[in-house]
Structures are given as structure tokens and as C-alpha cells.
């Protein structure tokens, strides 16, 4: 791989994000919600296998007191409660409330209508060569990131 083409795919991971915040915008406003907060909603909704804030910090990489002030308010506001997690005192998990369900409704909507308009013109089997391409860059990072993690015991 060119070093140009490294950049290339750095730039559409930034453009892709900065798209896909424009496109949720309209339902930020009408749900009344702040786009970071419908971040961390989605985040926990589409993704139940991460309970924590430190979850969201880890795979979003977002910063921890932005999670933290963000959960704060989520719980106040009814869409998220805390539960301990037996046997770790110091864990807490975010399960999601009903009042969330219209939030979530909406947001997949938007990711939808987002991933629609990413791959429009392209035709299934580009799409299912791609998803297979992906899942072998997915396989291979997360390769390199276990030998960091054993090289750093």
C-alpha cells in the first residue's frame, strides 16, 4: 500500500464521520439531545456487548470526563440507569430505558439512510467483496493488537 492511499483511507474515515454527524443533526434537534449524548446511546444500543462508560471511552475514543458528564445527564434525563455489576464493587453498567427506544428508532433510521448514501451506485457483489475485505483488515488489526498487548506484559 502507497502512503498516499493510507492517507486516502485516514481522510474517509474523518469525512465519513464528519457526513455522518451532519446527517444526525436534524434528529438531535428534534429529540432535544446532544449529538455526543446520541452518540453514546446508539453506542449502547447497537452494541450490547459494552455496558460501561469505560467501554465507550475504550471503542469510541471519546474522552473520559466528556463520557462521564454526558452519562451523568443520560441518567438524570431517564434514558440510561446504572446497575452494579455482582462480584466487581467497582463496575458499573448503563442499561438503557424505554425512553430511549424512540431515540434509537430514529438514529437507526439515520444510519440507514447514512450507509444508503455511502455505497449508492454500488452494485451486491461489490458490496459483499467489500464486507469480506473489511472483515480481513477487522481480523488482521485486531491481530497486531494482541501482540501489542502481550509484547507490553
Same mark, same amino acid.
Given at each position: 500500500?502507497? @502512503?498516499?492511499?493510507?492517507?486516502?483511507?485516514?481522510?474517509?474515515?474523518?469525512?465519513?464521520? !464528519?457526513?455522518? /454527524?451532519?446527517?444526525? *443533526?436534524?434528529?438531535?434537534? /428534534?429529540?432535544?439531545? $446532544?449529538?455526543?449524548?446520541?452518540? @453514546?446511546?446508539?453506542?449502547?444500543? $447497537?452494541?450490547?456487548?459494552?455496558?460501561?462508560? *469505560?467501554? @465507550?471511552? #475504550?471503542?469510541?475514543?471519546? #474522552?473520559?470526563?466528556?463520557?462521564?458528564?454526558?452519562?451523568?445527564?443520560?441518567?438524570?434525563?431517564?434514558?440510561?440507569?446504572?446497575?452494579?455489576?455482582?462480584?466487581?464493587?467497582?463496575?458499573?453498567?448503563?442499561?438503557?430505558? /424505554? #425512553?430511549?427506544?424512540?431515540?434509537? #428508532?430514529?438514529?437507526?433510521?439515520?444510519?440507514?439512510?447514512?450507509?444508503?448514501?455511502?455505497?449508492?451506485? @454500488?452494485?451486491?457483489?461489490?458490496?459483499?467483496?467489500? *464486507?469480506?475485505?473489511?472483515?480481513?483488515?477487522?481480523?488482521?488489526?485486531?491481530?497486531?493488537?494482541?501482540?501489542?498487548?502481550? !509484547?507490553?506484559?
Amino acid at each position: 500500500m502507497e @502512503i498516499q492511499e493510507f492517507s486516502n483511507i485516514l481522510e474517509l474515515a474523518e469525512n465519513s464521520m !464528519s457526513a455522518y /454527524e451532519k446527517l444526525c *443533526r436534524p434528529v438531535c434537534r /428534534e429529540l432535544g439531545i $446532544n449529538q455526543t449524548a446520541f452518540d @453514546i446511546l446508539m453506542f449502547l444500543a $447497537n452494541n450490547p456487548q459494552y455496558q460501561t462508560a *469505560r467501554d @465507550i471511552v #475504550k471503542v469510541r475514543h471519546l #474522552k473520559p470526563n466528556l463520557v462521564s458528564f454526558h452519562v451523568e445527564r443520560l441518567v438524570q434525563e431517564g434514558y440510561l440507569v446504572r446497575e452494579g455489576v455482582p462480584g466487581d464493587r467497582r463496575k458499573v453498567r448503563l442499561l438503557c430505558t /424505554e #425512553k430511549v427506544k424512540p431515540v434509537v #428508532k430514529q438514529g437507526r433510521e439515520a444510519q440507514r439512510r447514512f450507509f444508503m448514501r455511502m455505497t449508492q451506485g @454500488i452494485g451486491e457483489e461489490a458490496l459483499r467483496q467489500q *464486507r469480506e475485505v473489511m472483515a480481513a483488515i477487522c481480523k488482521n488489526v485486531e491481530s497486531m493488537l494482541d501482540e501489542e498487548q502481550t !509484547s507490553d506484559t
